[in-house]
């Protein structure tokens, strides 16, 4: 069957603005680069570099930074016709300190945005028999209308037989409670096929006691061997396969069959901020083209290893021939 478009991603969008002053305190900056970036939207331009035609479903607001999002998704090569445009709303804007190699000061700007709006309406106006697959992103499901439109997507793409992939995509400002962010996902996770997320997202979703990882940044050692026990239930619960992102160790994919360890790449690191989306959208590819689950996280974390040793976010996804030119040469 051919596809019209093989991804759409459902979620928040932002403008990004990255400091041009690498090292420098964030009260020091002097220039900023612009750029689009929001989980979701990020792994829209992270596909359509791979190759994949990409739709991103947001929201932005009347305004200037929401000219900006969309002109800089078109360049990019994303569908951006059923992107709604919210009268009085704003866009959401981040900004971000680059201090190489772990300290990345970001602000957002997401008091009331735009995105957070998008309706099931929105949705359902989408060519959803001309999709092969869709991208939710677990931010999605904090507040406004969103939540109950990726609520929705969750069913509808079940429904349809379409593959659903879901990023945890946690951002701790986005939530009332650390608690309401598993109690929202977890009733979603047996319609994924492929959920994705760090050890500290997956903690703070199924875990009891989600503040520790909040107020330490890292899963306690002693609680690690817990962890992954909640995680395995997520298959027996109906998850398809589970993508646990654990940093320099690589990648665990999980599924009914098997556990997949796959190892990452060492690089130095210039910036952190985008690797996970990389990562996403490095993996969404290559299942999507049929490889096996180790070769699609090896090119996924290929994918992310690119992205840290270069500059930005959505500007420094790597493409197809660059990721393939990279793994060979790490061979």
């Not at 998704?73 to 009085?88: D, F, H, M, N, W």
């Not at 969103?146 to 379409?162: F, K, N, S, Y």
């Not at 160790?249 to 690191?269: C, H, K, M, Q, W």
Request: hydrophobic share 45%.
């Amino acid at each position: 069957m051919t596809f019209r478009y093989d991804l759409v991603t459902l979620g928040r969008a932002n403008m990004d603005l990255y400091s041009q002053d690498i090292g420098a305190e964030f009260e020091d900056i002097t220039g900023f680069d612009a750029m689009v970036g929001g989980s979701p939207t990020n792994i829209a331009i992270g596909t359509a570099r791979l190759g994949l035609r990409a739709l991103a479903l947001t929201a932005v607001g009347d305004d200037r930074v929401g000219d900006f999002v969309l002109r800089y998704l078109r360049s990019e090569g994303v569908e951006t016709a059923y992107i709604p445009r919210k009268q009085g709303k704003l866009t959401s804007l981040a900004l971000l300190g680059v201090q190489p190699p772990s300290h990345f000061p970001l602000s957002f700007y997401r008091e009331d945005p735009a995105d957070i709006y998008l309706t099931v309406d929105e949705f359902e106006a989408l060519p959803l028999n001309e999709v092969r697959a869709i991208e939710l992103s677990g931010n999605a499901f904090s507040r406004g209308t969103c939540a109950a439109t990726a609520v929705h997507a969750a069913r509808r793409g079940r429904d349809l037989g379409l593959t659903m992939f879901m990023d945890l995509d946690f951002r701790d400002t986005e939530w009332p409670t650390p608690r309401a962010f598993g109690e929202a996902l977890r009733p979603v996770f047996p319609l994924l096929d492929v959920l994705i997320g760090t050890e500290e997202e997956f903690y703070v979703a199924l875990m009891p006691n989600p503040e520790t990882v909040i107020s330490s940044g890292e899963v306690p050692d002693d609680e690690h061997g817990r962890l992954d026990e909640e995680v395995a239930r997520l298959i027996e619960g109906g998850t398809g396969a589970v993508a646990l992102k654990r940093g320099p160790r690589g990648v665990t994919i999980l599924t009914a069959a098997d556990r997949v360890d796959v190892p990452g790449f060492a690089v130095e690191v210039v910036n952190t901020v985008g690797a996970g989306d990389a990562f996403a959208a490095g993996l969404i590819r290559s299942r999507l083209n049929g490889l096996d689950w180790w070769d699609a996280a090896r090119f996924a974390n290929a994918c992310g290893a690119i992205e840290v040793t270069r500059h930005g976010c959505a500007s420094a996804f790597p493409t197809e021939t660059e990721v393939d030119e990279f793994m060979a040469a790490q061979q």
